[in-house]
Structures are given as C-alpha cells and as structure tokens.
C-alpha cells in the first residue's frame, strides 16, 4: 500500500451508468480541490491516443464489457502518483465496477474513506443517457449498448456497494433529485469526514 497516497481522502463515487456520478464529481471538484479520476476518462483518453492498448480496449467498451481488471487500476494508480503532490484528495468515479476491483484497489492502493452511491432509477438512467448521447459523441450512448451496461452494473457493480457496507463507509444518495439538491447531500457526507 502507497502511504503517499493514503495519507489523503480517497473517495469512491459509484452508481449506475447516467446516475449522476461524474456530474457530482465535477462539484466536488469544485468546491473540495480533490482530484477526479474517473476510470472511463482514464480508458477514453487512452483510447483517443491510438495506442495498441487504446484499440483493445475500445473493441471492448464498445461492446459494453468491463475491460481487464489490472489494466484499470493500474491506470488510476499512475494518476495517483503523478497528482500526488497538488492532490487534496482522490475521487474515483465508477471503480470498483465488481467486486474483484474492489479487493485489488485495498491491496495495491488502500482503503476508501467514504463510498458516495448515487442511486437512480433504471428508467432515470436510460433517459439521462439517451439524452447525453445526443451530444457526447460517446460509443456506448446508444440504446443497444445502455441496456448491457445496465445489467451489467446490477450483475457486478451492486455487489461492490454491499462489500463496502462491510466497513460501514457507504453513503447512499437519491439522486433523482435534481443536481445541486443531490450534491447538498454529497457535501454532508464529505463533512462528516472531517
Ligand atoms: N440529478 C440529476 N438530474 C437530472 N439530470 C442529471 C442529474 N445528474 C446528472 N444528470 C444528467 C447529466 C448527464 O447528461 C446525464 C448523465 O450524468 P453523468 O454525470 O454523466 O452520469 P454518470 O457519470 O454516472 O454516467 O444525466
Ligand atoms: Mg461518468
């Protein structure tokens, strides 16, 4: 485990696809100095570089499949290091997705102080993404490709949440709400923290 980078809050933002997390991300962002990393901005970009990785790891998301577990947390673990410096703290948006991740990010990194779970409906989600996709130029923003992601977050990424009550660290979010009534939640668990 990196002391370098756990002496600061590490923060987990987890939720559904078009739930709201990198929305709040943005405010938190915002209003705490933290750093975002959100694990498909990591895998996009390297996407967009057109390395032998990226076009792999496009055919994957594409399809609406998790890519492979190290290349993942290997990837956040570098923007780790190289915001250790400036960092006031660590907001991961949308990892762990299974529990697998969750088990190899405490070992290789450490342990989350706080799990933010912004809950949506499944027809709130479908309806936020199909109108993103209106404009985001994203590959998996099409109806074919959401309906997998959503299996595929209640089949692998709801069990992470329950890992986590384990340690008692997980604050669920109705985030149904409109945006800055979702974040005045946001802002209270952050609060606690200190
Ligand atoms: N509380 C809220 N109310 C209404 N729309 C919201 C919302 N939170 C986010 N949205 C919109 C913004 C985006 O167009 C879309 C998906 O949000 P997002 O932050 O990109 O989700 P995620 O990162 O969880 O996939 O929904
Ligand atoms: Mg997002």
């Not at 980078?5 to 078009?18: A, E, I, Q, T, Y």
């Not at 709040?24 to 915002?30: D, F, G, L, S, T």
């Not at 529990?99 to 799990?115: R, Y």
Request: with cysteine; charged share 30%.
């Amino acid at each position: 485990v990196q002391d370098s980078l756990m002496n600061r809050n590490v923060l987990l933002m987890s939720g559904g696809p078009g739930s709201g997390k990198g929305t709040q991300c943005e405010k938190i962002v915002a209003k705490y100095g933290y750093t975002h990393l959100s694990s498909g901005d990591l895998l996009r970009a390297e996407v967009a570089s057109g390395s032998e990785r990226g076009k792999q790891l496009q055919a994957t998301m594409q399809k609406g499949e998790l890519v492979p577990l190290d290349t993942v947390l290997e990837m956040i673990k570098e923007a780790m290091i190289a915001k250790a410096d400036v960092s006031k703290g660590y907001l991961i948006d949308g990892y762990p997705r299974e529990v697998k991740q969750g088990e190899e990010f405490e070992k290789k990194i450490g342990a989350p102080a706080l799990l933010l779970y912004v809950d949506a409906k499944a027809e709130t989600m479908v309806k936020r993404l199909m109108k993103r996709g209106e404009t985001s130029g994203r590959a998996d923003d099409n109806e074919e490709t959401i309906k997998k992601r959503l299996d595929l977050y209640y089949k692998a990424t709801e069990p992470v949440i329950a890992y986590y009550e384990k340690s008692g660290i997980v604050r669920k979010i109705n985030s149904e709400l409109p945006v800055d009534e979702v974040f005045a939640i946001v802002e209270k668990a952050i609060d606690e923290l200190k």
